[in-house]
């Protein structure tokens, strides 16, 4: 019987494809295997944010100890905190956005041992995505400022 089987075994074309083939239907979709973010449909706006200085130079935000994704989720985090007071489809003012944001970079820069030198303030620069007659268009403003000095 071991030697049919190593017989076809060896006849079997492509043996590692089948191995990891095999591995992903008995693993199924667990993390670490498939980190794939799944949608339905797609929004026709997004938004992502980015720390600048005080002249609205963009910095990286590793300087800070945190990925660009990272800080997008604390600070999306700080406005979900704000929103979950409010009643129920009650948009946040812009007052409790940059509350939010200014938050958040005390945060960061509470996580940082020593200020940088060179940086007078830290802002959180919001981009908003959207898709307005066909084409993408990107709307820029300064969610929160913090002065370091």
């Known amino acids: 019987m071991r030697l049919v089987l190593e017989k076809i075994w060896r006849s079997v074309p492509l043996k590692g494809m089948w191995i990891v083939t095999l591995a992903c239907l008995l693993i199924g979709e667990a993390y670490p295997f498939s980190n794939f973010p799944m949608f339905g449909n797609f929004s026709g706006k997004t938004w992502y944010v980015y720390l600048a200085d005080e002249a ?17 989720k604390a600070y999306d985090a700080n406005l979900n905190r704000i929103k979950a007071t409010l009643p129920k489809k009650k948009k946040l003012s812009p007052e409790q ?9 005390r945060y960061l820069i509470a996580q940082r041992s020593e200020r940088p030198s060179h940086l007078a303030a830290l802002r959180l620069v919001r981009v ?12 820029t403003r300064t969610a929160g400022e913090v002065a370091l000095r």
């Open 128 to 139: 908003d995505v959207r898709m307005r007659d066909g084409k993408m268009v990107e709307e």
């Open 56 to 72: 609205g130079k963009a910095i990286p935000a590793m300087d800070f100890g945190v990925p660009t994704n990272g800080l997008k």
């Open 97 to 105: 956005e940059r509350a939010a944001a200014e938050e958040t970079l």
